[in-house]
Nanobody, 122 residues
Framework: QVQLVESGGGLVQPGGSLRLSCAASGRTLGFYIMGWFRQAPGKEREFVAAIVPSGTSAYYADSVKGRFTISRDNAKNTMYLQMNSLKPEDAAVYYC???????????????WGQGIQVTVSS
């Protein structure tokens, strides 16, 4: 089993930045893909970013490409999402996830965090 806990969310003004963290416990994550998803009120959950086990390749949704950066520190069993140039449409509950398979598919992820709120507002 893998337990995931997100942190670092909160309220930020448009154009600002936040750094989300996802701390994992229960298993070593060196053989898992890790990803971030988000869900805004009234909308479906959507893929945001993913990173391969080694941390050397990353994948992003078109909506966040160039603004968000995903990274991982396997020694700390932690994943990060640096979010820059935030827009109101980025506001959502962000979920950390771990699994195997296609990085962009929600079905690839077996373990999910509780989620953390990101609010982008003036």
């Amino acid at each position: 089993q893998v337990q995931l806990v997100e942190s670092g969310g909160g309220l930020v003004q448009p154009g600002g930045s936040l750094r989300l963290s996802c701390a994992a416990s229960g298993r070593t994550l060196g053989f898992y893909i890790m990803g971030w998803f988000r869900q805004a009120p009234g909308k479906e959950r959507e893929f945001v970013a993913a990173i391969v086990p080694s941390g050397t390749s990353a994948y992003y949704a078109d909506s966040v490409k160039g603004r968000f950066t995903i990274s991982r520190d396997n020694a700390k069993n932690t994943m990060y999402l640096q979010m820059n140039s935030l827009k109101p449409e980025d506001a959502a509950v962000y979920y950390c996830a771990v699994g195997r398979g296609s990085p962009g598919a929600g079905s690839s992820y077996e373990y999910w965090g509780q989620g953390i709120q990101v609010t982008v507002s003036s």
